[in-house]
């Protein structure tokens, strides 16, 4: 089971080494509604390398604020176009973008548990999609802890 304090040691893994690079973050977050941001603000020294974030939980609202095509928004070409978005927004060379489904009920015939995240780090970036078990919080946790790990490999060793 997946824990707050996991996420926070991960958010803590990605501020060390956002700090050592001495690049910045944004957030564009759905179905985690701002518990990415919250674990990463979290971590000392945090306002050195975290820009903010945007809760965009409608789908009209991921299009006019960051700029999401038409289509499903549980895909990973929403979560990609939701972390381009945010990183234009904030001028920021990094970014992690989350979207799913938390429950109680699927989405876009989507089960519960389908997320997608992606991470940019300059033009680098990842997308990745998981089905997580469990209730609407360890989805979220579960999800957090996976995207924060994908921005952490991806701006390497």
Known sequence: MTTLDDARA???RLVR????????????????????????VDVPDSGEVHLGGVVAYDSEAK?????VGDGPVVSGRCAQEMAAGVQRLFGAPCAIAFTGVAGPAEQEGLPVGTVF???RAGERSAVVGRRFDGDPDEIRL????QGVDLLTELLGG
């Open 10 to 12: 991960a958010a803590e």
């Open 17 to 40: 080494r956002l700090l050592a690079r001495n690049v910045r973050v944004a957030t564009a977050e759905s179905l985690t509604g701002g518990l990415a941001s919250h674990v990463l």
């Open 117 to 119: 995240i992606a991470a």
């Open 63 to 67: 299009r006019r604020v960051l700029g």
């Open 142 to 145: 579960q999800a957090v802890c």
